[in-house]
């Protein structure tokens, strides 16, 4: 009994369609609802404060609830121009949507920015997309009334933050001294953080640049077992 997002009300009718081809018995079992009344069990996704609504409401009956996350990348330094294209990949595929998606990277301290900036040049006609550019616009004059520093490669603002979601248009990054001050940096966040990824998997538990939205069927979200929850009720 799914509840559609009200920003793709038409892939999910295209992909159970698919579905009923390949296994017409499905039809029985499936059908979408606005109100989702006498459930037995809930996975929902949805903002913090969704969340903490749906924690509520659907306490008594077994349920997984995702809240926001987002994804980061490790980078040495020492990176080759064509791993940083993959590492693009990873920012550019999906921008702004979805929790596999790069909206922050870890540095070191004194990082090379036009060597990487350099590396995703391929990747400029995303500014054709109006929303993109709009969005571009927008963060591009907040950075300049406020005086804060930032690259500017014509398609994408480069900006020091702690935060780890990035406006669209816009990539988060910050500095680290060493690998004791990146795994702290990391563990403190851990909880926000869905995937990270490094030059070939390097970091320990990342996937190599290019691969955040090519998740495995076994990587599942929040390292929760969505089968094994599902056969269990």
């Not at 079992?29 to 659907?58: C, K, M, P, Q």
């Not at 955040?212 to 599942?220: K, N, T």
Request: glycine share 4%.
């Amino acid at each position: 009994m799914p509840k559609k997002s009200s920003q793709d009300s038409y892939l999910i009718d295209l992909l159970f369609d698919w579905l009923i081809e390949i296994e017409p018995r499905f039809k029985s079992n499936i059908r979408f609802e606005e109100r989702l009344n006498g459930v037995e069990a809930v996975i929902a996704t949805g903002s913090d404060n969704t969340a903490r609504y749906f924690e509520y409401y659907f306490r008594k009956i077994p349920h997984i609830i995702r809240k926001n996350r987002t994804s980061c990348a490790i980078l040495m330094g020492e990176e080759a121009p064509e791993l940083l294209f993959e590492l693009g990949k990873d920012v550019f595929t999906y921008f702004g949507l979805g929790c596999r998606n790069v909206s922050k990277i870890f540095v070191p301290e004194d990082y090379d920015f036009p060597n990487l900036l350099n590396a995703w040049q391929p990747y400029e006609s995303i500014i054709l997309h109006h929303k993109y550019v709009n969005n571009y616009d927008y963060q591009k004059s907040i950075l300049l009334v406020n005086g804060t520093h930032f690259y500017d490669t014509g398609y994408l603002l480069t900006t020091a933050s702690t935060g780890l979601v990035s406006p669209i248009s816009v990539l988060f990054y910050e500095t680290y001294k060493n690998l004791a001050d990146l795994d702290q940096k990391l563990q403190a966040q851990s909880e926000k953080i869905q995937c990270i990824v490094s030059a070939e998997g390097w970091y320990q538990n990342s996937v190599a640049f290019g691969s955040a939205q090519r998740p495995d069927v076994s990587d599942y979200a929040d390292q929760i077992d969505t089968m094994k929850f599902l056969t269990s009720i």
